[in-house]
């Protein structure tokens, strides 16, 4: 099986989440392949994945099978990491695979690095923070992913580069996303990194939500896109390429806002500490032109 890179994004590192890197130092080793998963999907079921530390890289598939391999790198002796596992299950509408530390656990809506309740993880659908916790290793998730297949993506501590064919949720803490799809909407949050989020098409009636605190985050739309549209920024600029849409603020929050179309899709771009874009894309879901500063009221 081979992949295609899609983008080069840096790694966060866990300094800071309580993990000792000096006293754990060595060499650095690696291992390919040292997980694998491949399942029959069709247009509209899920695939969960769900990552501690590294990477999730996704591209289509050219049949209507899911191959997933994982990656390993670590610092330490030439041994495989002890406290790394993998699961990969059905569950309903679809699968899950995740990447297990120690006794964590994993389901679609709970993810604990550590079961002790330190470190990071996913709880009722919601990121929360603890003390220490994680590992040393870092897992690079490779997966090829079928046309119309929904993604549903966690990654702690690194960064998503992501191409596919149906509508993306994304929840991260530390690490830059980059998320393509033909068919939107995206809906994507971390605390730590910047945001690229493009859809050439939007369906249903979902809503297209990107957020970070620390970061650029930008949402790229089809020119033709019918959305209720609400930019903000906190401590940075906010940009629109889309006519029809004004400037102003509203509490301690640089905003935009307007009404595209017959306004079907509720759009909401925020960032705290950095800037907010809202981009078109032509058919070919190229950028039409370069961000400018949305008009004043």
């Not at 295609?4 to 000792?20: E, K, N, Q, T």
């Not at 501690?52 to 330490?76: C, F, H």
């Not at 406290?83 to 899950?96: E, H, I, N, S």
């Not at 290793?137 to 090829?144: I, L, M, S």
Request: one cysteine or more.
């Amino acid at each position: 099986m081979s992949f295609r890179p899609i983008v080069a994004l840096a790694l966060f590192s866990l300094a800071g989440c309580g993990v000792d890197v000096e006293a754990n130092a060595g060499p650095e080793r690696s291992r390919e392949q040292v997980f694998a998963y491949t399942a029959p999907l069709r247009a509209g079921q899920t695939v969960a994945l769900r990552n501690m530390s590294g990477q999730l890289s996704i591209e289509p598939a050219t049949d209507d099978t899911l191959r997933i391999v994982a990656d390993l790198t670590w610092r330490g002796d030439s041994a495989l990491p002890s406290d790394v596992t993998f699961r990969g299950d059905t569950m309903p509408g679809g699968v899950l695979v995740c990447a297990i530390v120690g006794d964590g656990r994993c389901t679609p809506d709970d993810y604990d690095v550590k079961s002790d309740g330190t470190g990071m993880s996913l709880r009722g659908g919601r990121l929360k923070l603890g003390m220490g916790g994680g590992s040393l290793a870092k897992v690079h998730f490779r997966v090829q992913v079928p046309t119309g297949v929904r993604l549903d993506l966690v990654m702690i501590d690194g960064t998503i580069v992501s191409a596919s064919s149906a509508p993306v949720e994304a929840k991260g803490v530390n690490g830059d996303m980059t998320i393509v799809t033909s068919v939107g909407p995206v809906q994507a949050k971390t605390v730590n990194g910047n945001i690229d989020a493009r859809m050439t098409t939007l369906a249903g009636s979902d809503s297209v939500y990107v957020e970070t605190v620390n970061g650029e985050v930008a949402a790229y739309l089809p020119m033709n896109a019918s959305a209720t549209v609400d930019v903000r920024a906190t401590n940075g600029t906010v940009l629109s390429d889309f006519p029809g849409v004004s400037g102003g603020s509203q509490r301690f929050d640089k905003m935009i806002s307007g009404v595209l179309g017959a306004g079907t899709t509720p759009v909401r771009v925020r960032s705290i500490n950095g800037g907010a874009s809202l981009r078109q894309l032509d058919a070919q879901g190229r950028p039409v032109q370069a961000a400018a500063p949305a008009p004043a009221p």
